[in-house]
């Protein structure tokens, strides 16, 4: 298989997915960089674009005019997918336009600005046939596959109880009013949307909750805050959860955790015992038992399920991170695209969160902010 | 000072915290059981009281008769003070004629039956002016203790964040129907009341978050399960808190969480830090700060608070645990029944808590369940 | 069975290890102080008496005239055994009178000054009959007595390795010149003997890397060091350790690992797996395997050996410490003098160190301190 | 600056580490693979050098021929640099044939097969002047570069003690026996050299320890031992260390640890404080301080040492693993060569490993295995 050409839209000089993205795009050595519209300024994004190696004539200002010459390059040399990796108000636009041209896409989360557009990117998606990744990173994790493997094959019994936590601390000052521009754009409705904190990491909680538990959340009850002084958006926020299968569950989001990085876990427990797992130490999985030592799944070691052994690189004790987890994402996209182009279904072992999964996240963050907003306590999150 | 001599209501054969009381109370030698009703059956009084050591007529078949009888022993032979150790259902009885029969009492918790048992029973314990104290054994805990003292001198600033878990599994099924004392009386609401879990873990949880931040829980947003068939009480519950600075929280306290054993943590996220406990590792008290390294503090490291350093035993790095906790307690408590007798006022420091904390718990309890029942969001919890 | 009656040698106001002692002998309600020599001033020793709850008549000035005095009282009121809890060279002289009067003796580590003196006092002990105990601390958690279980019944195969590593940093700088009453005495020949560290703590540590494998240690390399300008003997050292059985091992024993509290932990592998034991967090024993999950055996947790189930007192979660393995020793010596006077042999279950463990400390001591200033790599440790 | 053109001698299929090296040299988008000899075996070779999606005329069946043509390339063809990842007795020469033809050398560890050797070695990189690499991966964490800073800078004051072991168990059996190729060679002499688990991981374990602390090695007293049957190799040993500046310590090296995964560690000691690194949990740096509580540093958090900040990828809480320290390793490689180029001094922040780490390795080995098979108690281990 020849190296997929990846173009990409925003990662300009300052921005720190930008650079992550394109990281985990190259580790596995199955995608290339060829072009990209790194910023709204034409200078920075000239800039960029060199310190990605790129010739000038594949820098372009930006993502209409990229996606209008590429599309006019041969084959072997245009794109063969574009990333996106700009604000939530910036992510439809480039990704219809690029689906459209018979461009494949990965797109950062959360989908959309609206539901609505996250409806409508459906409808171009299925219209299109396209392959579509969201780069939901933590469900990347070998062990986050082994859990959903674990729960999947009915170790844990009917499942009871979820507890998800992301917890980050560093808008517990107003930063966005001292140059933080990754703070101003997720704090400001205009590049936002509906919800700042419950966007950026409430929606990967309740994505790792589904993912892992293989269960639909049916009603939420949430309380959002925004405890910064002179913020329009939540900061903060908890919600009380319903599955599809009675269990319940609560998943809370914040970002003025002060002193937190960025500890995402979950708990999980079923008829039959209990998992853990913590994003700051990806590598174990924790299994608690009744009447039996609790056990440390670990990364690599012993016969573990197909689906963690497929997304782990180096042998145990050797540890993986956040750039694998998200690298697992790319390759799997990678994969699919393959597929795609000799006709065949991908192999559901090497999977990625896509348009399902957007959509799944903007309608719980409409309906958590219609929860919040109201006073009837459950607000239905019916699939759609 | 002379040995308080102590009364045990409850704690026979197979009980498990009547002895955790016994010991508790013997460990720093400022006290020493005199008599008891262990058990609603002679034989088996008779029986736990001889493993007591005590001789046959101070073992005694009910509390009415021991505090009768106790009552005409002379001074230096009968029992100071009472202590409680049966289900909900039996704890406003004993405590209402030992106070009023001129004994002091310790309570477990939760403190009674219902919310209007522990008001009446607060009006009793303010006209007999005598000492009361309930055993939130995890209030007792140096880190605890110095937890309140970080956040009441300013030092995580205003606090805008509780996360408060009690997770325990032992009720993950049926117990109660095979035998399990402990499991049959907790389910039953004949003996426990309006809720299992709820009044048996989340009390703790609810009092340990409202005496480490000092701030009070005014709104609640619960939803209660009875997740094993035949249950009519709850064995699992989660609830948004709002406290009176605004702060938001959530409590969740579970004892159908599989494979966890006592698994009592609690968050606290304040505008310039944040702190973190965990019951079963309770000699560290985690701190976080936003731009510099989270520290641990340990029970005897350093110069600590007062109020940590007085309720420490062994030096730094020789683990004290659970019945070092419940021993402050008893140890706080017997100081202040001594300051009652000399006419003094207690000192603050060797605090404990009592009957406010109890109507706390009560209140909370019926907020609670009215709240879980209910379809408003937000059920108030104003003072009483 | 009545209660034990308690006298105690040392521990007056300002020791730590004698209160220690005292709250592990109340804890279980099988023991009560009666009499003491606290200290060499007889005004110390009256004033720690009367905090102990005592009478002015059983508060002696030194522990020949209490021996002399209590062997003159009727069986009823004078004490059946005295607790030694003076430094080193105060060991033997009270441990031989008393048992040569017919008293049963628990003598704190290590057993003697001298190797010499250890041989004289298994002889007394051989001869008077009568129940010896060291209080070997650390022997006494249930964790501990399980992985003794784990390995004795083949679990982890043929042991390979021992890694154990003792750490504390209260002698980093010389406190012995500013007032420090324990690290004078530990830091100080006369009193101490030919070693501070390994004596204080190194024996300790190889006292549990022998009770966990049931293995001897038959060879010492050892490089001790006195790292605190004006020291004679060591605050530090490590010796590489080989086994009866082949097993190879290090040892690591230091009062200058500043920053360290009490920092005692163990590491065993077998052919087919390995063990781990912090006494820090001593409720937890990990066990690892090579193609499985790592388990993490917890007290009071599922079906664990008898030995470490009769070693527990409080359920799961609820977290026992430094006092109550302390107290396992005391306990275990009150049973052992209940079979004694019931002309029974002690239940093997029911087990605490003695006097060969005494003698082994004393060994080790003077191999150590022999190999550590001499230049032949290995010195042998034969049993004796 | 162009990217760096790679060339790779040895990790053909099967191969786990020349898998990473690969991933590491791509990871930061400064280097490409360009060819490689990965196999003796012509026809392995071919398929591997396809995986890595080279062309058929850059894959070459032997280091010799592939340095021979690559010479004869022209300079915006041919490779910059080797990387050698072949078993130790083929390390050697095709790092002086790449040195002798102008090319850079990236070389993994022990460098050689002996220490003559590596004195040869270290006569061509003299000469020649080009830039030599060895991966002592472990350095290239960000919170070791952080360790060695608080030393450096004084923070713990004069060093006393180093504790450094590294734990494998993949060789508690015969794995070499049945196909596991990676134990074949590390247990054969004539491979591996005059040792298997202190060339193996011994000597990451010295590095790590003089790279930290900044102090040398001067003495070592070691017992190695070969647990499993039929092993002519150490798979095992323990060696007492003293240090240029009076610091004493103890490595241990294992590879029959069973149930350890890849647990390198340390812990290091002065007069003011300690440190404690885990590489199995490395973005966390333990600081344990006399009186105050133990910090725990984190990548990512606060305002680091430069060292650390500059090999940091992503912000806090996201973890960095093994594959982001090797790729610091080649970054910092790369820089190097692009200062030569530009012949500038290399930055001293962006450091790597290299030839003098590579004789301190050398020199270690023999003097271990001196001082394992012979009677005096201290070997010296001058700098030479």
Redesign the interface.
């Known amino acids: 298989m ?2 997929l050409k990846m173009g990409l839209v925003g990662g300009g000089k300052g921005s ?1 997915i930008g ?2 993205h ?2 985990a795009a ?4 199955h995608i290339t960089l060829v072009c990209g519209a790194f910023s709204h300024n034409p200078e920075i994004s000239k800039l960029s674009g060199r310190d ?2 790129l010739p000038d004539d594949r820098i372009y200002e930006n993502y209409a005019d990229m996606i209008c010459k590429e599309k006019k390059l041969s084959e072997d040399l245009r794109m063969d997918f574009l990333s996106i990796v700009t604000p939530n108000n910036l992510h439809f636009g480039p990704a219809r336009m690029a689906l459209e041209s018979g461009f494949h896409v990965v797109c950062d989360k959360p989908m959309t600005f609206s539901l609505q557009e996250a409806l409508a990117l459906k409808q171009i998606v299925r219209d299109t046939g396209l392959i579509f990744a969201l780069t939901h990173t933590y469900t990347g994790y070998p062990m986050v596959k082994h859990a959903r493997h674990i729960i999947s094959t009915g170790q ?1 019994g009917n499942i ?2 979820v ?1 998800v ?1 992301y ?4 808008l ?2 107003p930063v966005e009013k001292t140059g933080n521009k990754q703070a101003a754009w997720r704090t400001d409705p205009k590049s936002a949307g509906i919800t700042c904190t419950m966007g950026d990491v409430g929606t990967h909680a309740a994505n790792l909750a589904e993912y892992i538990t293989g269960l639909t959340i049916t009603q939420v ?1 949430a ?1 959002l ?1 925004a ?1 910064v002084p002179g913020r329009s958006l939540d900061d ?1 926020g ?1 919600v ?1 959860l ?1 599955f599809d299968n009675g269990a ?3 998943l ?1 989001a ?1 970002q ?8 995402l876990k979950i ?1 999980v ?6 998992l853990e797992w913590h ?5 174990t999985l924790i ?12 990364t ?4 573990l399920s197909d689906a963690a052994m497929i997304h782990t ?12 987890a998200f690298a697992n994402i790319y390759r799997n996209f990678a994969l699919a695209v393959k597929a795609y182009r000799e006709g065949k279904s991908p192999n559901p072992l090497y999977d990625f969160p896509g348009i399902e999964e957007g959509i799944r996240g903007m309608l719980f963050l409409e309906k958590v902010v219609e929860s919040s907003s ?4 459950w607000v239905d999150m019916k699939k759609i």
Not at 26 to 29: F, P, R
Not at 167 to 170: H, I, N, P, T
Not at 256 to 262: D, K, L, M, S, T
Not at 269 to 274: A, L, N, P, R, V
């Open positions: 020849k190296k720190f650079k992550v394109h990281m190259l580790l596995d050595n990605y190696h844990l009871r109880k507890l936590e917890a980050q601390g560093w517990s000052t009850c309380d805050t405890f903060d908890s009380l319903r319940r569950g609560v809370t914040s003025i955790c002060a002193g937190e990085e960025n500890a708990q427990y079923g008829e039959k015992g209990g994003q700051m130490d990806p590598n299994l608690k038992w009744p009447d039996r030592p609790k056990e440390m799944i670990r690599g070691v012993g016969q690189r180096v042998p145990a004790g050797h540890p993986e991170g956040y750039l694998e109201g006073m009837n306590k």
